[in-house]
């Protein structure tokens, strides 16, 4: 038996501890409860895709307005379909293609890999598929009427409506129409 620091032998009580099998057990039954919940929350992810992608299109349409605002210029939303990519930056930077001078003057939004643009709206352009777009935001942040379409591969989309005033985006799962009542509202 044992002996213990002051010399009296161990008792099999004193000894705290589990055993191998009580470890592998635990752990089969962790392995088990995982594989039920990894693919629900592979899913989750997967299907929250759409909605991430439209609120950070939201913030970025948004924060776009406010930089207009701010700096008493008109900044244009551009989205480059090849690159997949949203940007916004002074409208005389976008035109004349100069380099960010200042910090904190380009934002930029890349969209998930299961997101396309499926057409964009607009007062005065129309319908367009798939297309370089451009929102131009004047310098007091006003926008025109306009409604980006977004899909996801699955089949799930949904419709961001710029109100002219931007007094709120809008967003409406599936496909909006262009209805001018749903531009004023």
């Not at 032998?9 to 409860?33: K, N, S, W, Y």
């Not at 002074?90 to 890999?113: N, V």
């Not at 005033?165 to 967003?171: D, E, Q, S």
Request: proline residues 6%; contains cysteine; positive net charge.
């Amino acid at each position: 038996m044992p002996a213990s620091e002051t010399g009296e032998p161990c008792r099999a009580a004193d000894r705290r501890g589990f055993t191998l099998v009580e470890l592998l057990v635990v752990m089969v039954l962790m392995a088990v409860i995982a594989s039920f919940a990894v693919p629900r929350i592979g899913d989750f992810i997967y299907s929250d895709q759409l909605k991430t992608t439209v609120r950070r299109l939201v913030g970025l349409i948004h924060r776009s307005a406010q930089m207009a605002r701010q700096s008493q210029m008109p900044y244009l939303l551009t989205y480059q379909p090849g690159e997949r990519l949203f940007v916004a930056k002074p409208e005389e930077q976008a035109r004349t293609g100069k380099k960010e001078d200042a910090p904190g003057r380009e934002e930029r939004l890349s969209l998930a890999d299961t997101v396309t643009v499926r057409t964009t709206w607009s007062w005065f352009s129309g319908p367009r598929a798939g297309d370089a777009m451009v929102i131009r935001f004047n310098k007091n942040g006003y926008v025109e009427p306009t409604i980006i379409h977004l899909r996801q591969e699955d089949g799930q989309e949904m419709s961001v409506i710029l109100t002219p005033f931007l007094g709120k985006v809008k967003v409406e799962v599936g496909y909006a129409p262009p209805e001018t009542a749903a531009l004023f509202q």
